[in-house]
């Protein structure tokens, strides 16, 4: 590997260091955000005197706020995301049995979101003008006004009541078969993924636009390659560079819709973990979720930044 | 999208005199639907207590009527007039989108100000900022929810919080352009202090890329709140809020779907609408259109 890729590399996870600092950071405030003292409010207005006390203990609020700032530093550095109030164990544990039906939907969603997504950018910037764009793109106007949980109900409306195509709501986990799983995960995939298509589409029209404007693609077809292949060999691969960004802040945006849809499909994921948990008011489990998903999201940033080094080779000369 | 035909500087004086924006708006005819839209939107909410009947009132022995006569939209599981609920929502989605466009902007201002001007406050402002925009922006309203406990005024702070870095963010950019300018130097070398140059000559040539962002953090603050609201951690239940219909039409999608169509179809218009005015917005503040963002600061 180049020094340079390496420097790339290396710069980037540095970077990461402050924002996970400020991440964490405010997942510890939230517990403090809300007036008056946090045990009280956890054990809930009717709550004898000794659970106030115990909850206290449990969540270390008896100490001076700096120490509990640094102790919950030290945990998490350990991997350690602390007990839920309510669910009597680790908030880990808790989160890793409900993270396989938010992690299929999210990724069986992106997938959706390319496969529509994409093609319709690229059939729409290589008819630009044409009827065929207009449709499409207002179609995608369409798309991305419309809110996930709201095309979710309309397809269990349609699909699920009226038509009896697929399960109203549920999952089937994984270890009862692949196939029970998917069924269920189609509704809920395409009500989160064509959403996020509108957009991508969008992206990739644009991008593959600006592309076929430029003089390698002219020289291409000037000297007699066939329109596909200047399209797809030449153009595309070129147009993908912001349509994979949009495919990674897509990622962000689908794994926070998730949690939104499973609610519409009754899903047991982490979206419904972490509403049940902010109704109880079990604060380590949805300090937990939220640092969770915001660690996926970072991730998932760092990895599309570095995906640009294969993608894009004038990112390593920089 | 197609680009504005935009006026050249040889116009007629008279010309000048018809305003701007309706001058874009009549060659943008779906920027002008947007418009319509947002503005009907914004009326029907203002005159809800004129057009509708109390939204809260309810009358078991009317429960789940199919809409008809009566009930334009039919009732709910209460009895509750759908139609007034969905008028009363609209008032609410109106109200929490510009109190948040107000809260992110004012913050997001200062912080973006801030932060652009003074370089030694950049670092600290921007990573908080940056952190902050790790969360995805449902996953921290839900959060600061958890916190704030479900209310009009804590889902309008809970939004508001999660779109203040992304105006900052676009503020500071801008900043980082206008104060190199020869206008701000001069300003500072006859020794004008810091916050006349900032609010005199700094904000005013910010403004437009701050004004495309604030309507689509409008959009982005109907939407969070329709689907707080939704999952039952935004607005209490008996405030009518689209989202809390949906949540409530979501039990009874196979007696009463117009439960969910009708505040779907709310939603789904306006957002639309909203989108369209953004896109319009966008093309006529686009710092790329010539002589545009000039004119639109010096109107503002």
């Known amino acids: ?318 | 999208m197609s680009v504005v035909v935009l006026p050249r500087e040889g116009e007629t004086p008279a010309k000048r005199r018809v305003p701007f924006v309706l001058r874009v708006l009549a060659r943008r005819p779906i920027v002008l639907a947007g418009a319509i839209i947002v503005v009907l939107t914004t009326v029907i909410g203002l005159l809800a207590p004129v057009i509708a009947v109390d939204p809260m009132r309810m009358d078991v022995a009317m429960r789940l009527q199919t809409p008809g006569a009566a009930y334009w939209f039919g009732t709910d599981d209460l009895g509750r007039d759908v139609f007034a609920r969905v008028v009363y929502g609209a008032r609410l989605s109106i109200l929490v989108g510009g109190a948040v466009v107000v809260f992110a902007l004012m913050l997001g201002l200062t912080a973006g100000l801030a932060a652009g001007y003074f370089r030694r406050l950049d670092n600290v402002i921007m990573r908080v900022m940056d952190g902050l925009m790790a969360f995805p922006a449902i996953i921290l309203a839900i959060a600061l929810m958890a916190s704030l406990g479900p209310s009009v005024t804590n889902v309008i702070l809970a939004i508001g919080i999660v779109y203040t870095p992304r105006v900052a963010r676009v503020v500071r950019g801008s900043v980082l352009v206008v104060r190199e300018n020869a206008y701000v130097e001069a300003a500072r070398a006859l020794g004008v202090p810091d916050l006349p140059i900032i609010l005199r000559h700094v904000l005013p040539n910010c403004l437009s890329p701050v004004i495309v962002q604030g309507s689509f953090v409008f959009a982005a603050a109907v939407l969070t709140e329709a689907a707080l609201s939704f999952l039952g951690v935004g607005v209490p239940p008996y405030i009518p809020s689209w989202g809390n219909i949906l949540s409530e039409g979501r039990l009874y999608l196979q007696q009463a779907p117009w439960l969910v169509l009708y505040p779907g179809a709310a939603i789904m218009v306006t957002i639309l609408g909203l989108n369209l005015l953004g896109d319009g917005v966008r093309d006529l503040l686009d710092p790329k259109i010539r002589g545009l963002s000039i004119e639109r600061t010096r109107a503002t």
């Open chain 1, 1 to 318: 590997m180049e020094d340079r890729v390496k420097a790339y590399i290396l710069r980037r996870l540095l970077a990461l260091i402050p924002v996970a600092l400020v991440v964490a950071t405010v997942a510890f405030v939230l517990i403090h955000l809300a007036p008056g003292d946090p045990a009280a409010i956890i054990a809930g207005p009717d709550a004898p005197a000794d659970d106030v006390a115990q909850i206290r203990r449990t969540l270390g609020l008896e100490r001076p706020l700096h120490l509990q700032l640094a102790r919950w530093y030290g945990r998490l550095l350990q991997g350690d995301l602390g007990q839920s109030i309510f669910l009597r164990k680790p908030v880990l544990d808790a989160i890793i049995d409900r993270a396989e039906p938010t992690l299929l939907l999210t990724l069986s969603a992106i997938v959706v979101s390319i496969l529509i997504g994409v093609p319709a950018g690229v059939l729409s910037a290589r008819h630009h003008n044409s009827a065929v764009d207009q449709a499409l793109m207002m179609l995608a106007l369409v798309g991305i006004s419309i809110p996930n949980f709201l095309l979710g109900l309309l397809f269990v409306l349609v699909f699920g009541v009226w038509l009896r195509w697929f399960p109203v709501a549920g999952y089937s986990p994984l270890e009862d078969g692949w196939l029970a799983t998917a069924r269920s995960l189609v509704m809920p995939a395409f009500a989160l993924g064509l959403v996020q298509s509108a957009l991508i589409a969008r992206i990739a029209r644009s991008s593959m636009l600006d592309v076929l404007r430029e003089q390698y693609v002219t020289t291409g077809r000037a000297k007699g390659l066939a329109e596909r292949a200047v399209v797809y060999k030449h153009a595309f691969r070129n147009a993908l560079v912001p349509t994979i960004t949009v495919i990674g802040i897509s990622f962000a945006v689908l794994i926070s819709g998730a949690v939104v849809v499973e609610t519409v499909f009754n899903i047991p994921g982490l979206g419904r973990l972490v509403i049940s948990a902010v109704l109880r008011r079990d604060y380590p489990v949805v300090q937990g979720v939220v640092l969770v998903i915001a660690g996926v999201y970072m991730l998932v940033n760092l990895l599309v930044d570095l995906s640009y080094l294969v993608i894009d080779p004038r990112v390593r000369y920089q």
